[in-house]
Nanobody
Framework: QVQLVESGGGLVQPGGSLRLSCAAS????????MGWYRQAPGKQRELVAA???????NYADSVKGRFTISRDNAKNTVYLQMNSLKPEDTAVYYC????????????????WGQGTQVTVSS
């Protein structure tokens, strides 16, 4: 199975930057979509950013222009560069990967990392 390990979280002041990393246990070539979700206490988990195997990206409206998702296939790693951080960005950030196959029936395999805490506070 696929294992995902996040790193790079921490405490940062408003306006600061962090870069999250998500390392996959194997080649990412079989993972159609990789992305980042976040969940704050008392709130629903939400998609932050995603990137397809072809490099197409998608961002939540709240982070557009501030966050950038990228992938390095050689290192089997996905990154989330977070700039101009705001207190409302505080959450646990989870790496996610999806593998979509269709053999007689369509199947979506969902994989999750353990999460990394991001706290934006002065």
């Amino acid at each position: 199975q696929v294992q995902l390990v996040e790193s790079g979280g921490g405490l940062v002041q408003p306006g600061g930057s962090l870069r999250l990393s998500c390392a996959a246990s194997g080649s990412m070539l079989s993972l159609n979509v990789m992305g980042w979700y976040r969940q704050a206490p008392g709130k629903q988990r939400e998609l932050v950013a995603a990137i397809t195997s072809g490099g197409v990206t998608n961002y939540a409206d709240s982070v557009k222009g501030r966050f950038t998702i990228s992938r390095d296939n050689a290192k089997n790693t996905v990154y989330l560069q977070m700039n101009s951080l705001k207190p409302e960005d505080t959450a646990v950030y989870y790496c996610n990967a999806k593998r979509i196959t269709q053999a007689y029936e369509l199947k979506v395999y969902d994989y999750w990392g353990q999460g990394t805490q991001v706290t934006v506070s002065s």
